[in-house]
Structure formats: C-alpha cells, structure tokens
C-alpha cells in the first residue's frame, strides 16, 4: 500500500523539539541566576518563590497574548514552544518547589507550618499570577488590535 505522505506531528519535528530544548536551557541558566543572586528568608527559599510565581505570570501573558493573535501555528507555534513550553519551563520548577517543602517541613526538625505556608502561598500566588498575566496579555492584545 501507498499512500501520500503524512506532515509529520509538530511535536516530533526536530526543529521544534530543539527550540524547546534551547529555550529549557535558557531558562534554566536564568533559574540558576536568580537563585545565585537572591537571599533566602531564612529556611523560607524567595527565590524560588518568586521564580514560580513571575513564571506563572509570564505565561498567562503569553499564552493570552499568542491565543489572541491567532491559530497556534507558524512563529506563534514556535514561540509558544521556546518560550512557554522551554524558556518558562525552565525557569519555573514544580520539583524544586516540592523540594524546598519537604525541606522546611523536615524529618523531625523542620516546622511543619512554614513548610504548608510555603507550599500554599506557592500555589494560590502562582494561579492568581497567571491570571492576572491572562488579564494583561488580553488588554495587551486589545491595544496591538
């Protein structure tokens, strides 16, 4: 049997796969920077904090912005891709979230209240970030209209 030729998917065209890998390392060197340049609260790790919840904010504002600006194709597919999925999924780290609470709840050490403080404030910030990147990125795609 033959047949026309299928379009690969897009997400196991190579190129793509390596804007996503450029923009995770990308990301992850500036994730190191942050956390080499910002103190810590005592056990309370701010860099971290802030890293998740600015990232969270930075893909509201992209995501919005891209989905209003048309179908997920072309340059927007491949931003969405180095930056969204690579740039921002760099940067951002659910694991080191969930690392640094386990740390300050300690085995037998560690204050069990900082640690659910630390994990929830993480999370609650982080969805009303996105959301507000949401709100900005649609005001800023009604402006570019």
């Excluded at 780290?93 to 969930?98: G, H, K, R």
């Amino acid at each position: 049997m033959t047949g026309a030729a299928r379009p690969r998917a897009p997400h196991l065209r190579p190129s793509l796969i390596a804007l996503v890998a450029l923009g995770g390392a990308l990301g992850t060197a500036a994730r190191v920077g942050v956390t080499l340049v910002v103190p810590s609260w005592g056990a309370f790790d701010t860099a971290i904090f802030a890293i998740n919840v600015v990232g969270a904010f930075v893909l509201g504002v992209l995501l919005e912005r891209l989905l209003r600006s048309g179908p997920d194709e072309g340059g927007r597919r491949r931003l969405r891709l180095l930056v969204g999925t690579g740039v921002l999924g760099g940067f951002t780290t659910y694991s080191s979230l969930a690392t640094e609470t386990a740390a300050l709840a300690g085995a037998g050490g560690g204050d069990l209240a900082v640690a659910a403080l630390y994990g929830l404030l993480s999370l609650v910030l982080g969805v009303l970030a996105a959301a507000a990147g949401i709100r900005v990125g649609a005001r800023l795609a009604g402006r570019a209209s």
